[in-house]
Every structure is written in structure tokens, then in C-alpha cells.
């Protein structure tokens, strides 16, 4: 009995920090059918509590309710407050731990934190090379299957790319035209910007 126990925590612990792990496992990324629950970022689970992010590895932050207004200068981002007092890193990624912000490292990933919670992650930039194969965006559907929500992005009547929405997965990824590559992929609940572009019929397939 005690060894089924050891057993059993040491499949679980490695099903939680191995298969789960969404920079590590492109095939598990793809799947439909996905449990976002059981699914981590750089050992980051999504839903786990943000205390669990390293502090340390935080470059840069958005969307602190403290933070009235930002900068960057030298390759750095200096934060303000409604008052115009410049804040500091660590107190903004504390205010937005506590209340909601979005986290990023500096190698291309950012996680979104809700009241405490790790509530959303996406990871673009080199570690979307595991999928440099995918050229078009019908090979893109051909691997990942067909979206619950399709928007066309377009700018000044350019077209520019395709933001599609995966429900059961909860999975948002954005497809470049121009350079014909995926440039980010999300997981979480579907963003502000993708409620307010999909229509009636789109959100009601998506939401049911």
C-alpha cells in the first residue's frame, strides 16, 4: 500500500511538471480537448497560486491597477502612480499579484494574475519555434483543428492575420500573414479585445 502511494506521487508529480508542461510538449499544445487545468508554464501552473512565480525572473509588468502611467527609457520601464510618483518594480508587481496585471519575463513569456491567481499564460518569441514548420494558416488548422472563434486582423484595410480561439482548451492563438508564422500563443479565458470582436454566433458556439 505504501508503495502504490510513492508510486502514485511520483507519476503525479511527474505528469504535473513533464507531460503538462506546455513549452516542452508541442503535441499536448495542439490537443482540443485539453485540460487547461492541468496544464503548467515554465513550472508555473495555470490557475496555482502567483506567489508561485519567481519573483526575480519579472522584467517588465502591465496592467497594475497602481500604475497610472509608464515609460521606457535606456531599455529600461519606469512606473508612475495618479500622483506622478515614480514606482518601483517590486511594489507594482505586488499590487498586481494582490489585485490583476500581467507579468512578463524577459524571455518571451507573460503570465496574467486575477486576485491572486495565476489566471492566463502565453509564450511567443523562440519558443514558438517547435512549431516554424507550420507555413500557412491552413496548416495551421490542419495540426490544431478548427477554431471556435475566427477573427480576421486587419490594419488601415491591410490584412494582417487571424486571432483564433480554441473553447474547451482555452486557447488563444494569433497568426502573422506576413510572416507566415504563429506569433503567440495563450491559454486562459477569452481576452476583452476577442469578446468585443466576435460576433453573436461565434461567441455563443464558444461560450455554451
Not at 515554465?42 to 509588468?61: D, E, F, M, Y
Request: proline letters at 3%.
Amino acid at each position: 500500500m505504501a508503495l502504490r502511494r510513492v508510486l502514485a506521487l511520483f507519476f503525479g508529480h511527474f505528469h504535473a511538471t513533464g507531460n503538462s508542461e506546455v513549452l516542452a510538449n508541442p503535441s499536448l499544445v495542439k490537443r482540443r480537448d485539453l485540460d487547461p487545468s492541468r496544464i503548467c508554464m515554465a513550472g508555473i501552473r495555470l490557475g496555482g497560486a502567483a506567489t508561485s512565480i519567481p519573483l526575480n525572473k519579472v522584467a517588465q509588468v502591465t496592467s497594475a491597477p497602481i500604475v497610472a502611467c509608464s515609460s521606457s527609457s535606456d531599455g529600461s520601464r519606469k512606473y508612475f502612480d495618479a500622483a506622478g510618483k515614480q514606482l518601483t518594480l517590486q511594489a507594482v508587481i505586488a499590487n498586481a499579484m494582490e489585485f490583476r496585471g500581467i507579468l512578463h519575463y524577459a524571455n518571451c513569456l507573460s503570465f496574467g494574475i486575477t486576485e491572486g491567481a495565476v489566471s492566463a499564460f502565453s509564450f511567443y518569441g523562440d519558443h514558438l519555434r517547435m512549431f516554424a514548420q507550420i507555413k500557412t494558416f491552413e496548416a495551421l488548422l490542419a495540426e490544431f483543428g478548427e477554431p471556435d472563434i475566427t477573427l480576421v486582423d486587419e490594419a488601415y484595410g491591410d490584412h494582417m492575420g487571424y486571432t483564433i480561439y480554441y473553447n474547451q482548451s482555452k486557447k488563444l492563438m494569433v497568426w502573422d500573414s506576413w510572416a507566415n508564422s504563429l506569433s503567440s500563443v495563450r491559454f486562459g479565458p477569452p481576452t476583452d479585445e476577442l469578446l468585443g470582436r466576435a460576433d453573436a454566433a461565434q461567441l455563443g458556439r464558444s461560450l455554451s
